[in-house]
């Protein structure tokens, strides 16, 4: 498995792409696939980057589920 990243941003013609340990890398928006959005996982290959729909669904869900979590207990406090 290669090195896993997540899209944080676009810049002009950059991707904006966060590591595991939460450094910044910037890749050409052409070395990426193009149906990709901010909040996905990559992964780098030898051939170039792949979106790892898997690891998108899962963090996405992860998200959510806090998400509810928080507001919630919010709502409880009110």
Do not use: C, W
Not at 16 to 45: C, K, M
Not at 59 to 70: F, G, M, P, Y
């Amino acid at each position: 498995m290669g090195e896993i990243y997540i899209i944080d941003r676009f810049e002009d013609a950059f991707a904006v792409l966060e590591d595991e340990s939460g450094s910044h890398i910037d890749v050409p928006r052409d070395q990426i696939p193009r149906n990709v959005h901010e909040g996905d996982v990559l992964e780098q290959s030898e051939t170039g980057f792949i979106i790892r729909e898997d690891l998108t669904r899962e963090r996405r869900d992860k998200i959510i589920t806090k998400q509810k979590r928080l507001f919630k207990h919010r709502s409880e406090e009110t």
